[in-house]
């Protein structure tokens, strides 16, 4: 005999205002079975969680039905509550009437109506859930970080620190990212390479990390802690462990003008190349897009050079196959480029900023390299087009940031800070040089943040106007920025002979690809998703993927690096456990009328399902049934809505309780 | 035949992971919509099997939406596209033998798409409601009731 | 070409089956009926012709059967039901010896009016020759012709509003007795325990009620979407004369112009449910 | 194809070339203009700094008209009248009660689901190679400064029209005609709209250097969608010659005239003879540019 117990939760206003909820309880009391109701200001508190626990107790209650927010946020709060009262915690199901009702409705009518319907299904349905327990599944106790740059390094770090063995997957021939194409860093202004290339060495020479550079993560298959992920690792054309790094090769190849993408686009490489001289690992690739070999058969200079015959011009893109536990994701970020603005772009672009027809109108990054001492200049601010030094240098921010009606609605989150530092370091170099800035607003909350813009505007007189810029255009050599003081409420021209561009901070171009080959939820920027944005910020929705630094959304290097740190413990967590323990959402066979037609096996994405013989008494061969291998089956019920007999059930979400939630309607 | 008191009764299975979702971020953006939809809460779309629809149908209600990840994002990888070939054919099959189909709704909304959620929701609501009360489907279950 | 009695008697002979699935006549003139033949001495009563209107491959399931090396007598039709069976692992290829009919077609009904016509599956014939068959027998029986009257009604109940068509299938729904003798005859509907016969949930009311009726309908050629090779037995042997292959015809029509699928072409091909294309269209969905 | 035509005040005077142009290159496109029956003033750039009541309802009364009329869209080639009747339609689409108070004041049930398009879709609208083999002329080598002012544009989240900074559009039916677009900068600037009756100054500093940039930029003529913008850019010159002794005229042309000299109409026809500042060095240049056709 179910005796259920409904449990109303006001959560203070939340719920209490649209719904009434001592009506609510009211009416729960009347429907069948239940034997127990009663409505409580905080359900999910410990005084709250009390009642559950003593009404399972003195009301023999063996099943809980809570009307309160929804199951994502208080599902396993409330089960566990049960599970601490001796209730199988899967005797517990919530009935969601703040999402789902309080919360988009108005009318107190209606919405009481709805969340004692809401309850009356759930009460229907609970009639027949039945006690669970945990699936126990091994866990491989070894990570995969994707992303090399300031985030996957500090997680990598972090993870082979506590003894677990590490893949560290870069896309780029050397790790490093973003950081160490930086000059100096906000607030402190210390050399940015500086403090990141002891970590890349310390990365690269850790036992228990294995570096792939140059490589991407084509596949991935499994769940939380039995991934089984396929690398891409690509043709570099030089034989890894072969090569020494002595540079010979770089040095003799004829060809030396491709784009440099560490100084984006503001110097040359050649063909073979080492992206930066602080590459780790300090092996050269060969771009073959521009290497004369490749494109007409003839030169292999970089092969005759080479003293250890490392030159491989027939390697192969190589699939290797990795068996881990936990995926850190740390892709990072991209700039958002302005002059290439195809139809299709989420953005309609700002081609009135100049932004490549104007060799002098440069992004953020692009300043970093001018200003690095490591930079196509050698740390002199010299403007690209005629290498003069720009004696009036006009920063423009949220360039697509902040903009709905023209580029994306959230903020960059850095480049009001980069943009100081930029108008601070030029002007510690160009002492007569007058710097401007356009803002909105100053958006610097952090340590020693606010402190260091007002370093640049009262100690190095950088002039900040408030207003957006119309129009960059060129003028006698000099470009005009057509803008308005919104402070003054004037428009105001400058004549500029350098215009840096603090353009939005995006999403990697492939992030959604990436997210679709590890199932993870992204927004519709491309930046994925955290589960829950204030108490679990750095994982997925999918269990045993967490997120570190840029990919999640803008952020800084202080706070990509706590990110990082967070999602290496969590890894850390799941590899504290001997095994792992899964919801008990699996599919289960009925072998008395499983007929074997395997329409489960065709559908399921998993290959849980599998072929099981049923013989006789006398060992003869009755018939062949399906067979749920529960530790690879996620739950997601297709075989269920596909077998024609329904002799395969998703338990937690099977036919009777689906079927009688429906028949409550 | 509408009756202008008639308020339909419309419920709603959605995937645990994109709709469901979607729809939290509607309540938790505080955005409204029309109360009237009753949803059912399933792992994926893949589970959502067609006689969900014809016993929602006979318990009474006057519209069914089905609702879960876009391609692309299912959670379960595929469970969507198999739910999408499915419903294509079931849809055909309702129509023929007279079950309005335009009664029957389907829709990606993913977790972020709160604002499509309501707009989904309340356009499916006003639909079902300017068509009136399902009495064919009703008809039948009152037949029933006397009956059996 | 040989007759079907010196080909059973050859399959018997040469051990290629342990029994042997075929026709014979029925007691009332005009009549056939399947028997089943386990030795050589048992093959004279074998007949074949246009009243060998059962599709046979229905036994195949049926749990004596089960296990046996079994020859079966198989038009064209009766075919596609085997390659269907073999590709949702009911029976393997080598266990079933295929005695292939080229046919011209066979009579709508034993008796009466219909009698005189060729069935309407027969009308738009594809398989003819058999395209599966260990051997193949000749069907010379000819002559008969008719109307494909189901396809100017699927085309008239498409050309019906949806209160039309609800009204026209709840006339015919509503003779419905439940008897189930659809799914007995039906050659793939070879569950053990059918969705109609669960109880925990009952999806489908067991008495005949007209919701249960609807429900019963709507499943059966749910679960036949993309599988129905068109034998139309199902109508055939419907006491009501409910002509329930419209809906497997038009669900047959549906899988061919929606995904370009026919069934029981090949044990090889993917089959339509289980599958998927990243293409499948989705105009309908928002 | 019909659709619905709301010619406006300003051509039916000081832009009636506009009018005459468009007329015609339309009829040898094969597009029929229904004009609008009885159609009244928009309110143009004087109500909504007025009376926003009357701004609203002045358009709403013609889009009811054009309901009644079986009219689903206008084409408004104004770029002024363009930009009032979508302000119009958005507010009534956003407020309610606003759209109550017009429809007491037309009395008449005001619509919003009439559709509205100016003259730079229009032309987007027809196959370009319908337009690429009617050409009789191709305008090869005439480099000309698209300009679109404020109005057609902007506010872009009300317009929905290209981009309010950096629009590209016109350039592209420009293309059509073998005329090169040049790249300049004041393509969005204001020209001084109706200052160019209260404060003239204002007029001929904002319109010149409007035309210094383009002059700078290699055009030869400048090419509008709005009677206001030719207006200023057009009469104005002669003013503008009295204070810089250097300047240089600088004609202007209609979108629509520029596809009627390719389409090879003659000059009376789009009423190229009606402006202030001379468009005989435009035409002389291609009055023997005739294209083969196959």
Same mark, same amino acid.
């Given at each position: ?14 719920? *209490? ?289 080479? *003293? ?66 490591? *930079? ?290 | ?148 | ?105 066979? $009579? ?89 016969? $669960? ?88 | ?28 496109? /094969? ?117 679109? /002012? ?41 020209? /001084? ?24 930029? /290699? ?76």
């Amino acid at each position: 005999m179910m005796r259920i117990g409904v449990f109303v939760c006001h959560c203070g206003e939340n719920i *209490g205002k649209t719904v009434d909820c001592p009506t609510v309880a009211k009416e729960a009391i009347k429907l069948p079975n239940v034997v127990y109701s009663i409505d409580y200001k905080y359900m999910c508190s410990d005084p709250g969680q009390n009642m559950i626990k003593q009404a399972i107790a003195e009301h023999k209650l063996n099943a809980v039905v809570v009307a309160s927010c929804s199951p994502h946020m208080h599902e396993k709060t409330f089960r566990k509550a049960c599970a601490q009262a001796g209730l199988n915690p899967y005797m517990c199901e919530i009935a969601n009437v703040r999402e789902h009702c309080s919360w988009v409705h108005d009318n107190v009518e209606e919405a009481t109506k709805k969340a004692v319907d809401l309850i009356r299904m759930t009460v229907e349905r609970i009639k027949f859930n039945f006690p669970l327990s945990e699936i126990k599944v091994p866990i491989t106790k070894k990570a995969l970080v994707i992303g090399g740059g300031i985030s996957g390094i500090q997680a990598a770090l972090d993870i082979a620190g506590a003894g677990f063995k590490v893949i560290l997957v870069e896309k780029e021939p050397s790790i490093g990212g973003h950081m160490s194409q930086l000059s100096e860093t906000f607030p402190t202004l210390d050399c940015s390479q500086c403090i990141l290339t002891p970590r890349m060495v310390e990365a690269y020479q850790h036992p228990n990390i294995k570096l792939y550079t140059y490589s991407e993560v084509d596949n991935v298959d499994g769940f939380i802690g039995n991934f089984k992920v396929t690398i891409r690792k690509k043709a570099r054309s030089v034989k890894e462990n072969l090569c020494t790094g002595c540079g010979l090769c770089v040095q003799k190849c004829p060809i030396k003008k491709a784009p440099s993408e560490f100084d984006e686009g503001l110097a040359n490489r050649p063909a073979i190349y080492v992206p930066f001289p602080q590459a780790v690992p300090n092996i050269p690739v060969i771009d073959r897009t521009v290497c004369t070999f490749f494109k007409t058969g003839k030169c292999q200079m970089c092969k005759k050079v080479c *003293g250890r015959d490392a030159i491989d011009f027939e390697q192969k893109d190589e699939l290797i196959t990795e068996d881990v536990g936990a995926i850190i994701v740390a892709t990072g970020y991209k700039l958002y480029k302005i002059d290439k603005k195809s139809k299709d772009a989420a953005v309609k672009g700002y081609g009135e900023y100049g932004y490549g027809k104007y060799k002098d109108v440069i992004d953020g990054l692009q300043f970093e390299r001018i200003a690095s001492a490591s *930079g196509p200049t050698a740390g002199e601010i010299l403007r690209p087009s005629d290498k003069k030094q720009p004696k009036k240098v006009v920063f423009i921010q949220c360039v697509g940031s902040r903009d709905p009606s023209k580029g994306f609605e959230y903020c960059s989150k850095i480049c009001c800070m980069y943009t100081a530092k930029h108008a601070m370091l030029y002007k510690h170099k160009v002492h007569d040089g007058e710097a401007y800035v356009f803002y909105m607003d100053i958006r610097a909350g952090g340590k020693g943040y606010d402190e260091f813009v007002r370093r640049a505007i009262e100690e190095d007189h950088v002039k900040y106007i408030r207003g957006r810029v119309s129009r960059v255009y060129e003028k006698k050599g000099k470009y005009i920025v057509k803008g308005e003081d919104t402070i003054s409420g004037v428009p105001v021209e400058i004549e500029a002979d350098m215009v840096v561009l603090a353009t939005a901070i995006v999403a990697q171009p492939e992030a959604a690809k990436l997210a679709q080959t590890l199932g993870i939820p992204y927004d519709k920027y491309g930046f994925y998703a955290e589960v829950h944005p204030k108490l679990r910020p750095v994982e997925s929705s999918s269990g045993g993927i967490f997120l570190a630094g840029a990919c999640q959304s803008p952020r800084d290097i202080p706070e990509s690096v706590a990110m990082a740190s967070a999602a290496a413990s969590k890894a850390l967590v799941l590899f504290g456990n001997e095994m792992l323990e899964r919801e008990p959402i699996v599919a289960k066979v009925n072998e008395n009328t499983c007929v074997g037609c395997f329409y489960c096996k065709k559908v399921c994405a998993y290959n849980a399902i599998e072929l099981k013989e049923i013989k006789d008494k006398k060992g003869n061969l009755v018939k062949v049934v399906a067979s749920v291998n529960t530790g690879l089956c996620q739950g997601c019920g297709t075989c269920n809505a596909t077998c024609p007999s329904k002799s395969i059930e998703l338990i937690g979400f099977n036919d009777e309780q689906i079927f009688y939630q429906i028949k409550a309607l | 035949m509408s009756d202008s008191s008639f308020e339909p009764k419309i419920v709603a299975f959605v995937c645990n992971w994109c709709t469901y979702t979607g729809a939290d971020l509607a309540g938790t953006s505080r955005m409204k919509y029309q109360s009237n939809v009753r949803m059912i809460r399933l792992p994926c779309t893949g589970r959502i099997d067609p006689m969900f629809i014809i016993k929602a149908f006979e318990s009474g209600a006057d519209g069914v939406l089905v609702s879960g990840c876009h391609p692309g994002d299912c959670h379960y990888t595929a469970g969507n596209y198999h739910a999408r070939r499915r419903w294509i054919l079931f849809r055909q099959l309702l129509k023929f033998v007279g079950i309005d189909e335009s009664r029957v709704f389907f829709s990606w909304v993913s977790a972020s798409e709160g604002k499509k959620w309501v707009d989904v929701i309340n356009e499916v609501t006003d639909t079902v409601r300017s068509k009136g009360p399902f009495t064919n489907y009703q008809k039948l279950n009152k037949e029933f009731t006397i009956n059996g | 070409m040989a007759d079907i009695i010196s080909i059973a008697r050859g399959v018997f002979e040469n051990k290629k089956a342990d029994i042997l699935i075929g026709y014979t006549k029925a007691t009332s003139e005009g009549r056939t009926r399947p028997v089943i033949v386990r030795s050589a001495d048992e093959v004279q009563n074998l007949v074949l012709n246009s009243s060998c209107l059962n599709n046979l491959a229905t036994y195949l399931t049926r749990k004596e059967n089960k296990g046996k090396k079994v020859a079966i007598v198989a038009k064209g039709c009766d075919i596609k039901s085997i390659v269907q069976l073999i590709a949702e692992s009911q029976i393997k290829r080598e266990n079933v010896y295929i005695i292939g009919v080229k046919c011209n077609g066979v $009579k709508r009904s034993f008796e009466g009016e219909d009698s005189k016509k060729i069935a309407e599956k027969c009308l738009n014939c594809n398989v003819r020759t058999p395209h599966l068959a260990d051997e193949t027998v000749d069907m010379s029986d000819e002559g008969l012709t008719g109307k494909d009257e189901k396809a100017e009604l699927i085309e008239k109940l498409d050309s019906m509003s949806a209160e039309e068509r609800f009204a026209f299938w709840e006339e015919q729904f509503e003779k419905c007795i439940k008897c189930y003798a659809c799914r007995q005859a039906c050659p793939l509907c070879y569950c053990e325990r059918c969705i109609a016969d $669960k109880s925990m949930p009952r999806w489908v009311e067991s008495s005949p009620t007209k919701r249960g009726n609807f429900a019963w309908n709507i499943v059966r050629a749910f679960h036949l979407s993309g599988r129905c090779i068109g034998c139309n037995e199902c109508e055939r042997v419907c006491p009501a004369g409910i002509p329930l292959s419209l809906l497997n015809r038009k669900m047959v029509m549906v899988a061919k112009s929606e995904f370009g699928y026919e069934s029981g072409m090949s044990a090889d091909a993917p089959t339509l449910i289980g599958t998927y294309d990243l293409k499948d269209k989705e105009e309908f969905i928002k | 194809m019909d659709i619905g035509y709301y010619p406006g005040c300003s051509l039916t005077g000081t832009a009636k070339e506009y009018d005459q142009s468009i007329r015609r290159v339309f009829s040898e496109l /094969g597009i029929n203009l229904v004009e609008l029956d009885d159609w009244s003033c928009c309110g143009a750039t004087s109500a909504h700094a007025t009376n926003h009541l009357l701004s609203v309802a002045l358009p709403a009364r013609n889009l009811s008209l054009a309901k009644k009329q079986g009219l689903k869209e206008i084409f408004i080639p104004c770029a002024a009248c363009y930009n009032r009747f979508v302000v119009a339609k958005y507010e009534m689409e956003k407020n309610p009660g606003l759209k109550k108070r017009v429809e007491e004041m037309i009395e008449e049930k005001a619509d919003t689901d009439i559709g509205i398009v100016n003259m730079v879709e229009m032309f987007q609208r027809i196959d370009k190679e319908l337009i690429l083999a009617k050409r009789q002329k191709e305008l090869k080598g005439f480099k000309v400064a698209a300009y679109y /002012g404020c109005l057609l544009v902007r506010p872009n989240s009300i317009t929905q029209f290209d981009d309010a900074e950096m629009p590209t559009s016109m350039e592209e039916i420009i293309k059509l005609t073998g005329a090169e677009p040049v790249d300049w900068n004041f393509k969005v600037e204001c020209c /001084g709209a109706s200052h160019s009756i209260t404060n003239m100054n204002v007029v001929l500093t904002l319109s010149k250097r409007i035309i210094d940039d383009a002059a700078e930029n /290699g055009a030869e003529a400048i090419i509008v969608a709005c009677p206001m913008c030719h207006s200023n850019l057009d009469m104005r010159q002669r003013n503008i010659s009295k204070q810089d002794s250097q300047h240089k005229n600088m004609p202007i042309l209609y979108l629509s005239e520029l596809i009627g000299l390719s389409l090879g109409l003659d000059k009376e026809s789009l009423g190229l003879g009606l402006h202030f500042t001379d468009t005989e060095p435009v035409l002389s240049r291609f009055s023997t540019a005739i294209v083969a056709k196959e």
